[in-house]
Structure formats: C-alpha cells, structure tokens
C-alpha cells in the first residue's frame, strides 16, 4: 500500500478524468491565478524597492545624514569637534557647513539655500565631486567669491560658468542711507546635477569663509558640522551620542526630518501596493475553495468506501488539506520563479516592450530616471510565498471539513 495512503489519493484526485474536466480546470486556473499574483507581487514591490533605493542615493548625495548646530549661534572651534566626531565608530566622515536662505540674482532671479563648505571636508559627506556637470568643488577657493549651482537653479537664474550672481542674504547691515540687506557678487564656476528637483533647483554652493564674510560671521566660525555614517536609519541615535559627548548643547537633526515625508509616503504607497496585489492572490484562493467544494461533492462515493473500510475523519480531511495545498505550493513555486526572473530582468523587458508598442514609458525630457530600476530582497520574497501557502492552506480547512463529516450511508443511498 501506498504510504502515506493521504498523500496518494491527494495526488491521484489532482489529475484529470474523463468526467471530472471542469473541476482540473479549475484546478489550473487556480494555480495560475496563484502564479501570476505572486509573480505581479514580487515584480511591482522591487520595483518600487528599486525607486526608493535610487531615491536615496539621489537625495542623500547631496544632504547629510545628520547636522550638529551649536545652539548659542556660531561654532567657533569646529576642527576640533570634527576630529572628536570622526572618532565615533559608526561615523565615516564629517565636514563643516553654514547654510543660509537666499535670494539670487543672475539674469533672472529666484530663491535658493546657499551652502557655504569646505572643499578639502566636503567629499567625505556628500556626493557633489561626482555630479559636477562643469567645474569643480576646488575652484571654491576662500576670498575668491566663487559659487557652483544646481542644473534646474542655473537654468531658473538663465546663468553658466563665468556669469556673475547676486547673493542677497536675509540679514541688515547699518549704513548712513539706512539699513539694508547683506549681499555679494560671486562668479559661476560650476554646475551640479543630482538628478532629484529640489537639490538641483534650490541648492548652491561657496566656499565656507565666504560664506562666513557674507553673513557677517565671525572668521573661521561655521554654522555646524555635516555627518557621513556607515547606518544611515541610526542617524537619529548616533548623532545625539555624539552631541552628548560634546562640550555645550547642541542642535541634532537626521535626514528624516529633512526628507523623512518623502520616504514614509513611498512606504506607505508600498504598502497600498502589497494589499491591493494580495487580492489578486485571494482571488485565486478563493478559487481553491469552490474547486474543492466540487471535488468533495463529486467523490462522496469514494469518500464513503474510504470510511467503510476504515478511514478516520482526520484522514479524510488531510486528503483534501493535501490537494489543495499541493495547489498552493505549484502555484506559488511558479510565482517566485516568474517574479524573480521578471524582477531581475525588468530592464530588459520595458525597452522591447516600448520598442514593441512604439512608446517611451520614461521619456528622458520629462523624468531624471529613464529606466526601470529593481532591488529583489529576499525577505519579501519569503513573506509573501508564506502568505501565499498559508492562504492557500487556510481555504483548504472548510471543503476539507465538510469531506470528513460525510455519513457513507447518506453518500451511499444515491449510488
């Protein structure tokens, strides 16, 4: 005899006969519905994992992942708190900064964050060396009056390297016409581009001692220190570590307070995501059901001999339990393999899909990201085959249980 004998007859009732056609069509229906959902999944989450990663290395090129300011106004010693920082284990590199609201003024005008910085300390906590589209960050030199700007604020201010802007600076200076505003003269000697709106619209860059002359500071002060860390979701607790190690108080802000809304809504439009494509997997549980509502229906003669001969109710309902998550398991190891291979492929996919259907998904005049970018992460792959088998498992249990309560004699008086 066949052992275990559930296990045998599970198998045996997945396969078609000549009457029963319908309800292995259903069968296979419910195997691709499985299938197609979780391949849909898997493909649409790392997607959008892809976007979130590409996302933050746009933005937080350009940001820090955490600012120390010194709440009694200038940080006057800063190269002294910055060797101190850069001893904590978890920090890659620190540099000075001072960052002020402005307002520009080429042959057009708009408003901007002007960051004043140290060229020599900059690398270690951004990017900007690398997004140089002309010059570069060592032509700020101190006392030169030198300014590099994003691609979208050059284009607003109608501006390019060897143009002269205008900083106006939101602070009064006393003059014997009166009091007015702060400004300076600086000559275009670079442009930027991150690839990410506000950076490259709103953000320009002098050097930190000009910066300092501008605002009125006193020399050699900064408005605070800029972090590099090796974990950037412990920004939070690693800055104020630091802050707490340092003599006086100190203001401590990470980048999700900076940029934290734009990522909490891509996490919650990932998690919309997950629920709406999870009910394209339920519909194909539900599937499950009515398939094994028929075979039930169908094999109460056989059913019925199994109990005459001796079989317990227990293993009716595991036969059942068996076939339909047999059809759970097919269904969702196709998925993972369709999921996988779509996701690690999408790049290739959408360039013959548009050059099939003659469209750009992504034209390059509109969107900074021309392609579809993908990060297949294995946990979510695990989570959503265990919420699959475990839907298919739970459809399972009611046509499984009505299985196990047929009376032989009922079944039997029909035949």
């Known amino acids: 005899m066949y052992k275990p ?11 078609a006969k000549r009457r029963n056609h319908f309800i292995s069509f259903i069968s296979l229906i419910s195997i691709l519905g499985i299938a197609l959902g979780m391949t849909t999944l898997i493909t649409v989450i790392s997607v959008m994992n892809g976007f979130e990663k590409e996302l933050r290395a746009r933005i937080l090129g350009a940001i820090a992942h955490a600012t120390i ?79 590099i700007l994003g691609l979208g604020l050059a284009s607003r201010l109608r501006v390019g390297p060897g143009d002269k802007v205008t ?22 000697v670079g442009v930027f581009e991150f690839g990410e709106f506000e950076n490259d619209s ?65 996490k919650t439009e990932k998690t919309v995501m997950w629920v709406i494509l999870s009910l394209i997997i339920a519909v194909a549980a539900f599937n499950i059901i009515s398939m094994l509502v028929m075979v039930v229906t169908d094999k109460q003669a056989d059913i019925a001999i199994l109990k005459t001969m001796g079989a317990r109710p227990g293993m009716i309902l595991r036969i059942f339990v068996i076939q339909g998550s047999l059809i759970g398991v ?22 013959f899909l548009e050059q099939f259907f003659s469209f750009s998904l992504f034209p390059a005049d509109i969107y900074y990201i021309t392609e579809l970018p993908s990060e297949l992460r294995s946990s979510d792959i695990i989570s959503f085959a265990t919420m699959t088998l475990v839907m298919s498992f739970l459809s399972t249990l009611y046509p499984s249980w009505r299985a196990s309560k047929t009376h032989p004699a009922e079944a039997l008086s029909y035949e």
């Open 202 to 266: 709103t953000l320009a860059m002098i050097n930190i001692e000009d910066a300092a002359r501008l605002l009125r500071m006193p020399q050699g002060s900064t408005g605070g220190v800029r972090l590099h860390l090796q974990d950037m979701d412990r920004a939070w607790q690693v800055a104020r570590e630091i802050s707490e190690n340092l003599p006086g108080y100190y203001i401590v802000r990470d980048w999700t307070q900076e940029r934290g809304n734009l990522f909490r809504a891509v």
């Open 330 to 351: 097919i269904g969702t190891g196709l998925g993972v393999l369709g999921g996988i291979g779509l996701a690690q492929n999408i790049g290739l996919v959408v360039p």
């Open 69 to 147: 300011r010194p709440m009694d106004g200038a940080l006057m010693d800063w190269r002294s708190v910055i060797k101190e920082v850069e001893k904590h284990s978890e920090v890659n590199g620190a540099a000075p900064f001072i960052e002020e609201g402005v307002w520009l003024q080429g042959k057009e005008s708009s408003g901007a964050l002007i960051r004043g910085v140290d060229p020599t300390f900059e690398a270690r906590v951004s990017e900007v060396s690398d997004k140089m589209l002309s010059g570069t960050l060592n032509d700020l030199q101190p006392g030169e009056y030198n300014i």
């Open 5 to 15: 004998l559930e296990v045998f007859i599970g198998l045996r009732y997945l396969r």
């Open 167 to 188: 900083v106006i600076a939101p602070r009064l200076k006393a003059t014997p016409v009166g009091a007015r505003p702060l400004m300076r003269r600086f000559t275009v």
